[in-house]
């Protein structure tokens, strides 16, 4: 009640209807929203994942045949020249990589360049023999992931999400106002109207406006009341005639008519 004192706009059922329509969208719409820009996130990053796995893989084997053929002409891969820059150039190429490194069979760090000094055991590091003569001259190995970008459809994404939840709100509020809200408001300005109208006004325009609509309750409240009231006056009326045939002297008569009928006393008396 005081904030309809407050904002008198809000005694409006259109004002009522709209904003209670937007506010539900919102809410249900941003929920369902960020549910989506969640899965979207998820999947985003298992396919960025299993990218960059790919990438490491298809570097890490094109290196390892690079090397394999120095290693089955009889070169040590310690001796092979430029396998540092040549791999800090391959890493440069592909920034869905972390780092790349030689390592020998006996689990020896020969070349490391990025991110991490020497290999691990990470989830998304791939791990490609160099084939020589005779058995293994070692491994190449690439971990992925280090510095993959953040796809940016995703920040994308939460903009156009945003904007269309605050659309279809707006919309829902707009709808709700223009339609139910103004039947209902129409429906309540007749009911007012009714009232203020006094008991004995006809209620038949008020029944036509009111009829299967939000204020159905109402009517029917008002319907029986207004039957009960034309009831109880009848009833009124008709003890006033048996006390008027019963006053042979005629001095309870003016006070029984101002009883029965209190406007028609009020008017004589101003």
């Not at 709209?18 to 969208?25: H, I, N, Q, R, S």
């Not at 929203?33 to 990438?55: K, N, T, V």
């Not at 309750?217 to 008709?238: I, M, S």
């Amino acid at each position: 009640m005081r904030l309809e004192r407050s904002f008198p706009a809000l005694q409006d059922l259109r004002w009522r209807a709209g904003l209670l329509a937007f506010a539900v969208l919102l809410v249900v719409g941003s929920g369902c929203a960020l549910w989506a820009l969640h899965e979207l996130r998820i999947g985003g990053a298992r396919a960025a994942s299993q990218d960059a796995r790919a990438m490491a893989r298809s570097v890490a084997q094109t290196l390892a045949q690079q090397l394999g053929r120095a290693a089955r002409l009889g070169i040590p891969l310690q001796e092979l020249p430029g396998v540092a820059p040549y791999l800090a150039a391959a890493l440069e190429r592909q920034s869905a990589l972390a780092s790349i490194a030689v390592v020998l069979p006996d689990g020896r760090t020969l070349h490391a360049v990025g991110a991490e000094s020497a290999p691990g055991d990470a989830a998304d590091s791939v791990r490609v023999e160099i084939a020589a003569k005779k058995g293994v001259a070692g491994a190449v190995v690439a971990v992925a992931g280090g510095r993959a970008a953040r796809p940016q459809s995703l920040a994308r994404a939460q903009a156009l999400s945003a904007a269309a939840v605050l659309a279809l709100a707006v919309g829902a509020g707009l709808w709700a106002a223009l339609g139910p809200g103004a039947q209902l408001e129409r429906q309540r300005r007749a009911a007012r109207a009714w009232l203020e109208g006094g008991v004995l006004a006809d209620i038949s325009g008020l029944e036509v406006l009111c009829r299967g609509g939000g204020l159905q309750p109402l009517l029917e409240a008002l319907t029986q009341g207004d039957a009960e009231q034309r009831a109880a006056q009848e009833a009124v009326k008709a003890y006033a005639q048996e006390l008027l045939a019963m006053d042979f002297d005629g001095l309870m008569r003016e006070d029984i008519e101002r009883i029965v009928n209190p406007a028609a006393g009020q008017s004589e008396e101003g």
